[in-house]
């Protein structure tokens, strides 16, 4: 899960709302051969399905489309079952093999864990388990901030989420002040409906396309500089 800190708590909604990838243990209540359970599964529980969210939930109980990019077995041991699963955001992973417990006498999940959240994934090291948190914070306490310095990621990130237009020099004073953005201001002749705006590696803004003449943008979101400690 994406956690954001300070100003960045902003920029947390360019980052949720995409797909997701789990893997996790099933249990079937009756044992069943992996190519039936995959038949299952490729017919029933792959491409766009129709869930209703679990009693505990946030959100209103009603049924809503999901898309399931990805639902394979990967190995088999008794009645427990390794899968991968890659989902559109805001998809019941539980309820999901709650359903197809239904199907086949029964099954309930084990254990999960997500492997990738939008741009961030265990295999790019940007994923901290919270054993790994606990001893950093620990070592914060101890007056050692490296291990929790080490694992921020700069708010640069987002130019892997919105395409980038790059700011002239003179232009970077008005734009940190979340002024609109001029033709002038920019590199680019063309910009597309939101981007985000650098000057050389440094996050300016996230701004949306605009038609008013020489104004092409209007920001949503500014990065406004750190002040330098006097």
């Given amino acids: 899960m994406p956690i954001s800190l300070s100003r960045a708590c902003k920029l947390l909604g ?3 709302g995409h797909d997701k990838t789990y893997v996790g243990i099933l249990h079937t209540h009756k044992d069943v051969k992996l190519k039936i359970l995959q038949e299952i599964i490729d017919r029933e529980f792959t ?3 129709t869930q209703l969210p679990p009693r505990r939930s946030k959100v209103k109980r009603q049924e809503r489309e999901r898309e399931v990019k990805k639902f394979d077995i990967l190995e088999k041991q008794g009645k427990d079952i390794l899968f991968l699963t ?4 805001g998809t019941y992973i539980r309820k999901l093999i709650s359903d197809l417990g239904e199907k086949i006498g029964g099954a309930h999940m084990t254990e999960l864990r997500r492997t990738k959240a939008g741009i961030f994934s265990e295999d790019d090291g940007n994923f901290v388990n ?8 620990e070592d914060y306490k101890k007056g050692n901030e490296e291990k929790l ?14 395409p980038v237009i790059h700011a002239k020099k003179e232009a970077t ?3 940190w002040t979340g002024k609109p953005v001029f033709k002038k201001d920019i590199e680019e002749e063309e910009v597309p409906e939101k981007f985000v705006i650098f000057y050389e590696d440094k996050f300016i803004e996230v701004a949306r396309k605009t038609n008013e003449g020489d104004i092409i943008a209007r920001p ?3 990065m406004q ?5 006097s």
């Fill in 86 to 89: 890659e989902v559109q955001a």
């Fill in 149 to 162: 310095r080490k694992m921020l990621i700069p708010a640069e990130i987002i130019s892997e989420v919105l």
């Fill in 47 to 49: 491409g766009k399905i």
């Fill in 14 to 16: 360019y980052f949720i």
């Fill in 130 to 137: 919270l054993y790994e948190f606990k001893e950093a914070v």
């Fill in 225 to 229: 500089p750190m002040k330098e400690k």
């Fill in 173 to 175: 004073e008005s734009l």
């Fill in 220 to 222: 949503e979101f500014v």
